[in-house]
């Protein structure tokens, strides 16, 4: 079975945040590196993020750009990718924007499996992965579905989980020009024990200069 090209892309100050302790999300980004994000949905065929991320941000996950949604279509494409989360509890909020447009899928532990159902079930196809999230079966799975290519765009349990599992394959990372400092505030990636640890340099593949923003994406596996 192959699974999908895993692409994590995340947008960072200068000093390893993804936002600061408000409530409201902190905009590390610019319209440029916003369109860029964009075409990478559009050559996606599906998005993934946390429940955390999708309670926190309320993120909506479609391709903005409608000649990117109809260059989909015409190459038989849905509009928009597959939007998919995880959550180990179920606790998911069927008022968020991520329900809303496109096709939705959930993957779950067996013990939340009951309450995803319960919350989404009409909304989502709700997958449980066994005992616990176990992300290689996750991307089994979504192999099987037909997905060639995911996108996954956070938050840092989840990036965290793909790091530390030696599954992805691609990392796209947005630095800002700022710095947060907030010893609380959230980062891109938690600790946890890292294929390689420390002695291990991902491939640096191209730097590219959008406004005040630098884009960098590594070949982890290369």
């Known amino acids: 079975m192959i699974r999908p090209h895993v692409l994590l892309s995340v947008a960072v100050s200068l000093d390893g945040y993804i936002d600061d302790r408000d ?11 916003f369109d860029h994000v964009d075409q990478a949905r559009a050559e996606s065929d599906a998005i993934l993020v946390g ?3 999708i309670r926190r941000d ?19 494409r849905p509009e928009h990718p597959l939007k998919v989360t995880v959550t180990g509890s179920g606790d998911l909020d069927r008022t968020r924007a991520f329900w ?12 939340g499996h009951g309450r995803a159902v319960a919350a989404v079930g009409d909304l989502a196809d709700v997958v449980s992965l ?17 997905v060639d290519r995911l996108m996954v765009e956070g938050g840092g349990t989840v990036h965290t989980a793909f790091l530390s599992a030696g599954l992805a394959d691609e990392v796209r ?7 947060i400092g907030q010893v609380t505030a959230p980062r891109f990636v938690n600790p946890a024990e890292f294929p390689g640890g420390p002695a291990r ?15 960098l994406r590594y070949f982890p596996k290369r």
């Open 23 to 33: 409530e409201q999300r902190f905009p590390l980004s610019n319209a440029e590196d």
């Open 51 to 53: 429940a955390a991320t």
């Open 58 to 76: 309320n993120p909506r996950l479609l391709v903005r750009h409608a000649d990117r949604r109809a260059a989909r279509v015409v190459a038989g």
């Open 100 to 111: 809303q447009d496109g096709d939705r899928l959930v993957y779950t532990a067996e013990h």
């Open 130 to 146: 066994g005992p616990s999230v176990d992300f290689g079966a996750l991307l089994d799975d979504l192999g099987a579905r037909g």
């Open 173 to 179: 990372v947005a630095v800002a020009p700022m710095l």
């Open 201 to 215: 340099r991902f491939h640096l593949e191209d730097v590219t200069k959008l406004g005040d923003v630098a884009v």
